[in-house]
């Protein structure tokens, strides 16, 4: 079975940073996409980063320039280094691997920034 596990969620205050983890295990092919949605109350998920096992990587406009995406392929593991956080990015923050063989989702961690 395959497994997508999010840590390093919290309460920050406006302008602090935060890091996220994203470690999947199981059977995970090489070739595959790992990133980042959020979903805030009321609205919809949404894209924040993604970044293919080839580095390929893809960031929503909101957070391009605050938010930088990594990952190491050997361990599955992808992060999201978050700065000059926002009230704006208040959210549970969903990983996702995605392959040929179907698409998994984390549990979301909660990121709530406010002072």
């Known amino acids: 079975q395959v497994r997508v596990v999010e840590s390093g969620g919290g309460l920050v205050q406006p302008g602090g940073s935060l890091r996220l983890s994203c470690a999947a295990s199981?059977?995970?092919?090489?070739?595959?996409?790992m990133g980042w949605y959020r979903q805030a109350p009321g609205k919809g998920r949404e894209l924040v980063a993604t970044?293919?096992?080839?580095?390929?990587?893809d960031y929503s406009d909101s957070v391009k320039g605050r938010f930088t995406i990594s990952r190491d392929n050997a361990k599955n593991t992808v992060y999201l280094q978050m700065n000059s956080l926002k009230p704006e990015d208040t959210a549970v923050y969903y990983c996702?691997?995605?392959?040929?063989?179907?698409?998994?989702w984390g549990q979301g961690t909660q990121v709530t920034v406010s002072s």
């Open positions: 996702k691997l995605e392959m040929l063989g179907g698409d998994y």
């Open positions: 199981g059977s995970i092919f090489s070739l595959n996409t």
């Open positions: 970044m293919s096992s080839r580095s390929t990587i």
